[in-house]
């Protein structure tokens, strides 16, 4: 396992999920202006980008996991 990926992998997912909820945010304060029928549409965007900020939570979990068991080896290792 190289913890270097690992950790950098992390990093990235992190940036993408920040970037996800600005995004979410600039759209639920879009959502208090506009027409009905454009809260609808807002409400169905808002709610696929969560469901990609989800999939990339348990990604970016996935990862910390997979950093945390690298480590661990390589302490294990060591004794």
Do not use: F, P
Not at 22 to 33: A, R
Not at 55 to 65: C, N, P
């Amino acid at each position: 396992m190289n913890i270097e990926i690992t950790h950098n992998n992390i990093v990235a997912l992190e940036d993408k999920m920040k970037l996800l909820d600005q995004h979410i945010e600039d759209l639920c304060e879009e959502y208090e202006t506009v027409s009905e029928s454009d809260e609808k549409r807002l409400s169905r965007k808002i709610s696929r980008l969560m469901a990609q900020k989800n999939k990339l939570y348990w990604e970016w979990s996935s990862a910390q996991k997979q950093l945390s068991s690298g480590v661990n080896e390589i302490i294990g290792a060591m004794y």
